[in-house]
């Protein structure tokens, strides 16, 4: 049973930095892509950001792109989302999400087969 661990919320003020991490266990990392979605409550989860199983591929919300980076290590079973220049809308509960299609960058909820339970991100102005 695939199971997927995140780290990394917090509080933090305007302009900081923070890096999430989700880590799988039960399953065969190196072959599953990964993305990283965000949801503030009563809204549908959102798309941030994706990587292909290789970490060759990635792709981004126009939201988020120039300031956050998704990688992986997959000698670690982790994906990563370095989050900087925060601002107050990116304040959400943050899920990394894993597709077993290897070199899927998607976007959509649909393609995900197992989700984290989340970290909440909180951005103060």
């Known amino acids: 049973q695939v199971q997927l661990v995140e780290s990394g919320g917090g509080l933090v003020q305007t302009g900081a930095s923070l890096t999430l991490s989700c880590t799988m266990s039960?399953?065969?990392?190196?072959?599953?892509?990964m993305g990283w979605f965000r949801q503030i409550a009563g809204t549908e989860r959102a798309f941030v950001a994706s990587?292909?199983?290789?970490?060759?591929?990635?792709d981004y919300d126009d939201s988020v792109k120039g300031r956050f980076t998704i990688s992986r290590d997959n000698a670690k079973n982790t994906v990563y989302l370095q989050m900087n220049n925060l601002r107050p809308e990116d304040t959400a509960v943050y899920y990394c999400?894993?597709?077993?299609?290897?070199?899927?960058?998607?976007?959509?909820?649909?393609?995900?087969?197992?989700w984290g339970q989340g970290t909440q991100v909180t951005v103060s102005s």
């Open positions: 999400a894993a597709d077993p299609v290897p070199w899927d960058i998607v976007i959509t909820t649909i393609h995900y087969d197992y």
């Open positions: 039960g399953g065969s990392f190196s072959k599953w892509a």
């Open positions: 990587i292909s199983a290789s970490g060759g591929n990635t």
